[in-house]
């Protein structure tokens, strides 16, 4: 059974730095993609950032200047950091890992369980 644990999020000051990390366990094929989405209160989940193993990343244009994503391929392992934090960060943060169904015909998602990030002086 596959399961994604995050780490990281809290309580964070405006300006201010998050680092949040998510591991991947269990027997995974064909893994294409692992990234970050977010969903605050009333909003729908959006995509934060996202890095396929090819090497290619999006991120959002709300983030895209004060986020890094990286990937370790080997153990499956995705990271996120981000600067100057604003209030509009504050949301459940969620890992998800995207992989190649067996007929090799469409992708499929895992999500992990969330970790809140709140930006508050």
């Known amino acids: 059974q596959v399961q994604l644990v995050e780490s990281g999020g809290?309580?964070?000051?405006?300006g201010g730095s998050l680092s949040l990390s998510c591991a991947a366990s269990g027997v995974i094929f064909n893994v294409r993609a692992m990234g970050w989405y977010r969903?605050?209160?009333g909003s729908e989940?959006?995509?934060?950032a996202s890095i396929r193993t090819n090497g290619t990343?999006?991120?959002s244009d709300s983030v895209k200047d004060r986020?890094?994503?990286?990937?370790?391929?080997?153990?499956?392992?995705?990271?996120?950091?981000m600067n100057s934090?604003?209030?509009?960060?504050?949301?459940?943060y969620y890992c998800n890992l995207r992989f190649l169904g067996p007929l090799g015909r469409r992708e499929y998602d895992y999500w992990g369980q969330g970790t809140q990030v709140t930006v508050s002086t």
């Open 10 to 14: 809290g309580l964070v000051q405006p």
């Open 39 to 41: 969903q605050a209160p």
């Open 45 to 48: 989940r959006e995509l934060v």
């Open 57 to 59: 990343i999006n991120y």
């Open 67 to 81: 986020a890094t994503v990286s990937l370790n391929s080997a153990n499956n392992t995705v990271y996120l950091q």
């Open 85 to 92: 934090l604003k209030f509009e960060d504050t949301a459940v």
